[in-house]
């Protein structure tokens, strides 16, 4: 988790489930959350201290968790969410740097026209 600023990441950009977890336990917990479970199900136990979370979050999630959603089971989102979220914003920031689209395409994977796409949509969130 070193390295990843979670200031960066749009929580209304997110999916519903993500910004309620994030309401819920906070953007770190619910990131460690998707590392672990992210694509799963997860069914939250009425119990916390019979929690299998108690082993990679913090008690207070773990709490928090269980006295919001206790005795569901959760579809948790993976984690590419915050990582596309924090990709694009490096395309972005490289864009403004004097960056090509053909050398972001090779530095992060992309066909041209999905770097273009990511660039537009970068443009039109902050005229809004």
Not at 13 to 42: A, H, M, N, W
Not at 105 to 110: I, N, R
């Amino acid at each position: 988790m070193q390295g990843i600023d979670f200031s960066l990441i749009k929580i209304d950009k997110l999916p519903l489930t993500l910004q309620e977890l994030v309401d819920c336990i906070g953007i770190k917990q619910t990131f460690i959350l998707t590392l672990k479970y992210g694509g799963r199900p997860l069914y939250i136990a009425k119990n916390p201290d019979r929690s299998v979370l108690q082993t990679f979050l913090d008690e207070y999630a773990v709490n928090a968790l269980s006295e919001r959603f206790s005795g569901t089971t959760l579809e948790i989102p993976k984690k590419d969410h915050f990582f596309r979220q924090l990709r694009n914003q490096a395309i972005v920031s490289d864009t403004e740097k004097g960056a090509s689209r053909r050398e972001l395409a090779v530095k992060y994977g992309l066909c041209l026209r999905h770097i273009g796409n990511i660039r537009k949509s970068c443009d039109e969130m902050r005229k809004h």
